[in-house]
């Protein structure tokens, strides 16, 4: 609702530019269609009118947080499990293994966090940018499948649940 142009070019022309600069829309189209198109189009967040100020700085500060990560960095690993960051792509005991974009993102948040526990709740914000629902299992499933494809055919299991508190990635004890 811009004059003479709208947000969904001008984010358009950016990324096709190849700028990862981190975007919010600030709108008054609240529609699902307009949030769907926003996010396809390349938005990290899309926030419609009227909002609460505080959602505003706390949504802004999660997508600092984000695009502050070092770009320089190429790879995660732990143990024999490799993260290529700049084609998304993961390997096992030099397997292949391949993800969803929501599981990469899960597995490289838990390895960049390695060793800490991270409640639901944080896995929910930083990987489907969304309040955490208690009544929602999309964190236990989502963990539930990456252990299927990064554990189940290992012996050595790198994500562990700590019960009442969160999920980790780390060495078992014994490995350390």
């Known amino acids: 609702m811009l004059p003479d142009v709208d947000g969904w070019r001008i984010l358009q022309s950016m990324r096709e530019a190849g700028k990862e600069v981190p975007v919010l829309f600030l709108t008054a189209r609240d529609s699902i269609d307009d949030r769907v198109k926003g996010l396809e189009l390349g938005a990290d967040d ?18 600092l947080r984000r695009s502050a990560s070092p770009t320089a960095e190429l790879s995660l690993s732990i143990a ?14 030099g397997k292949r293994i391949h993800l969803t974009s929501k599981e990469f993102a899960l597995l490289e948040l838990l390895i960049r966090r390695q060793g800490e526990v991270l409640p639901r709740s ?10 955490f629902d208690s009544d929602t299992n999309v964190i236990d499933v989502a963990i539930r499948r990456l252990r299927g494809k990064i554990d189940d055919n290992f012996d050595l299991k790198l ?18």
């Open 46 to 63: 899309y926030l419609v009118k009227p909002f609460v100020f505080a959602e505003l700085l706390a949504r802004v500060r999660t997508l």
């Open 80 to 93: 024999d499990l490799e993260l290529d960051l700049p084609r998304h792509r993961a390997r096992r005991g």
């Open 122 to 131: 944080l896995i929910a914000s930083q990987v489907w940018d969304m309040n």
């Open 159 to 176: 994500i562990q649940t700590v019960r009442g508190m969160g999920y980790m990635i780390d060495l078992p004890d014994d490995e350390s």
